[in-house]
């Protein structure tokens, strides 16, 4: 049996961003994660999307929390994708805001980012 899968995105709570801006990072991270697990990870997600495409979206102190959610994420094989702001808006160009991660299992993602609050 498969279990329940999900994406996860970790929101930078420093950067004081706005819910439009945070929305549209965090839909960057989903369509990247996705097209990228389409590729390399195809039965994975095809089943999150049967599933109905589960995403949880918490919030991180700051780019520390960031770099070690990556760190965590590759060192386990989870697909990943770090978004930087282009800067037009609310922040300077290139600014890390997200980090998006699956799709997954919840239990292997829940252990990289289930100590986090959701947003």
Do not use: N
Not at 8 to 30: E, M, T
Not at 35 to 53: C, T, V
Not at 91 to 112: A, K, M, Q, Y
């Amino acid at each position: 049996m498969v279990g329940e899968l999900k994406m996860v995105f970790a929101v930078r709570r420093d950067l004081d961003l706005g819910k439009g801006k945070i929305a549209a990072q965090v839909a960057h991270a989903a369509v990247s994660c996705a097209l990228r697990s389409m590729e390399r990870q195809r039965d994975k997600f095809d089943e999150w999307m049967r599933q109905g495409q589960k995403k949880i979206v918490v919030k991180v102190p700051g780019i520390e929390d960031i770099i070690r959610i990556r760190e965590k994420a590759a060192s386990m094989g989870i697909i990943f994708e770090v978004v930087t702001d282009a800067g037009l808006t609310q922040t300077e160009p290139g600014t890390v805001t997200c980090i998006g991660l699956g799709p997954d299992s919840s239990e292997r993602l829940d252990t990289i980012t289930g100590m986090y609050h959701l947003l």
